[in-house]
């Protein structure tokens, strides 16, 4: 069974009389250990796409399986305390809390889900060191790069060991040598076998994952999936990627 | 999430603001400060009152004075009234079974110019000389410190003895002598009009309970005090403070003799015929029970008009009026001081529920970030009430801190006036509503915070 189950999920906003279908009949499975990109143009429907899957908001309708649950109709409690045990967000623009440190930042996750002081500054100091930012745990986020940042929103949303990891346009903030760098880093963590998903209108970027879902007006309109298609991951291109934005 | 990392960062987010939550706090610390303030206020004034009122018989006491002044339909028979009579004492003895202790007794003031007490050259300012029985001790709660009470044969033989106020010792012997020991005068000498009495007894000395543990306190470390004096109340517009101390004042100022000695020796002015209508300045009694004061009032009526041969010329005295004075006027006061610490508490409330509002609107992504990794609305909700009460607290204990010093400044300027008396309980109430208030104000913008959305908060550029 997939771990992400989506069945013709739409979402509609009335602005002013007008309808908007940000999400016009997606279904789409995703198994666990996946390395996923969602690219299309701005407004195409990315976001609305990942809040839903991330359980930031519900669906008009259609119905989502994640993990065996059945969320799209879940309760604002259930919803809460899916997305602090089985999903980690990052975002474009980092989203660390200024006047927190980089562990305090790390550790709020698991505050909201009642872990002792103790097992918090252990296992954030763990997340940390796994993204290399262990020797930044007491700065505040505006003492750090950008690149560190979002590394330390990383550390965040590995923190309590989520089944699916969700980055919206996480490079779209950063130099491009410090967006390959946290490509890198989300490469290395599918490598280690967690669920990414990474949303970008950047094709480039896109070319990191193996598979790739095009989105246009709120509707799949392009899939390449090595499982389908039989095909290589193309790993190759993201040599390319690389070696294109280092030199 | 937990309570205690819910206050923590609840406190975190206040210091990080320290100086608007300072400023927001104001309107709490002086709401707290003022309630703590305005009741230790009352509160002195209502023990004082309220110990003046049992210092001067209490409620069970009844006072049959003479009165002259006849109603309109007996006025041509006003010569036939010759007041208060030690017959009527006797007739209330034998036939008003509700009221017990009924004394007579004739008082001579010292300012009125017929009476002199004095001893050595030294003569007492103000006295008041009671020829009466022992019984009257019990009914105008007098305290017996030294020596003893005269006896029925005193009485009966007309024995110039009598019993003192503490301020009689002070005018006449001085309170401390060298040593610093207090003096008690038993067995010495005193003149009233010229005439020696031995001085058998002492009471102890009347002073409400603030003044005796000042005194106490002052002696404790070796000074005096000066003291408080009735005038100063009145003066400063306290009329009940100043009549509650002038209780004090006035029994401290008592020189009690039995009636016979006073008949016998002091009335110059008495053609000496039978004591028995001789006309007495009161008659004093007990009633057993306060329930019973309308009843044992028509009683002691039924009786006199008998021996009074249906002539109105006496009233009744009791202690009801002033006891609902004190209370309507402590009401009173407590009500005008609430209302001004709940103005207070109101505005520090809004000035709250207004930073609230503010912090939120600066706080609308920390909100959305919040919920993407799993708080839920309540997190959200508990983290905004707690740091809303967290200031009001906060300003609670500040407040609570500053109402000594505001207490004593006050009690400063008005100097010989009731002293402020403050208690725990009233702190605690004032720290109660301190938490209600911050409970109160924090709700709208907690409930608000909590239901903003986290998308709409994320996109927050
Ligand atoms: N809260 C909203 N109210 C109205 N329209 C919205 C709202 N959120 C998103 N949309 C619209 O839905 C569409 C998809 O938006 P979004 O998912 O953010 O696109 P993307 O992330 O691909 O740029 C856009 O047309 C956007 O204007
Ligand atoms: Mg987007």
Partial sequence: ????????????????????????????????????????????????????????????????????????????????????????????????????TVRQNVELPMIYSGLSGKERR?????????????????????????????????????????RIIFADEPTGNLDSNTGVLILEMFDKLHQEGRTVMLVTHDPEIAAVTPRRIEIRDGKIANEIDPKLAGEVPKFDQFKDVKSKKLT | MNLGSIIESGFKEIWAHWFRSLLTMFGIILGVASLVTMSSFVKGKENLLKDSLAESGGLERIVVDDNDDLPDYQKHLEDE???????DVYALQ????????????????SYRGSLRVSRKGKRVRYASVKGTWPSLLEIEEHELEHGRVFSDMDDLLANPVCIIGTQIRNDLFGEYDNQGEEIIPIGEKIMINYIPFKIIGMFKQYMSEEDRKKKEEARAAGQTVARRDFRAAYMSGDRQSGTAMRIYSMKNSTVMIPINTLV??????????????????KVAMNIYDVSTLEKSLQQVRNVLMQTHKGLEDFEFETQEGFAGDINLSIQNERISGMFIAGICLLVGGIGIINIMLSSISERVREIGIRKSIGATNMDVFLQILTESIVIAV??????????????????????????????????????GFSVITGSLAGLFPAIKAAKLDPIQALRYD
């Fill in chain 2, 264 to 281: 016998s020796k002091l009335d110059s002015d008495y053609d000496r015929g039978s004591n028995m209508d001789r006309s007495l300045s």
């Fill in chain 2, 81 to 87: 009234a010759n007041g208060m009579t030690l017959k």
């Fill in chain 2, 94 to 109: 034998k036939n008003a079974p509700l009221v017990y202790n009924v004394t007579p007794v004739i008082e001579k003031r």
């Fill in chain 2, 394 to 431: 906060a300003g609670g204990l500040a407040g609570i801190m500053l109402s000594p010093i505001l207490v004593n400044t006050l009690a400063s300027f008005a100097d010989g006036t009731t002293p402020p008396v403050m208690t725990a309980f009233a702190m605690a109430v004032a720290f």
């Fill in chain 1, 1 to 100: 069974m997939p771990l992400l189950e989506l069945r013709d999920i739409h979402k509609t906003y009335h602005l002013g009389g007008e309808t908007i279908r940000a999400l016009d009949g997606v279904s789409l499975d995703i198994d666990s250990g996946e390395f996923i990109s969602i690219i299309g143009p701005s407004g195409s429907g990315k976001s609305t796409l990942m809040h839903i899957l991330g359980c930031l908001d519900t669906p008009t309708s259609g119905t989502i399986n994640l993990d065996g649950m059945m969320i799209h109709d879940a309760s604002a409690r259930q919803l809460a305390a899916i997305r602090n045990k089985k999903i980690g967000f990052v975002f474009q623009f980092f989203n660390l809390l200024p006047k927190l």
């Fill in chain 1, 122 to 162: 252990e296992r954030a100091m763990n997340s940390l060191s796994s993204v290399n930012m262990e020797d930044r745990s007491k700065h505040r986020p505006s003492q750090l790069s950008g690149g560190q940042q979002q590394r330390a929103a990383i550390a965040r949303a590995l923190v309590n060991d989520p």
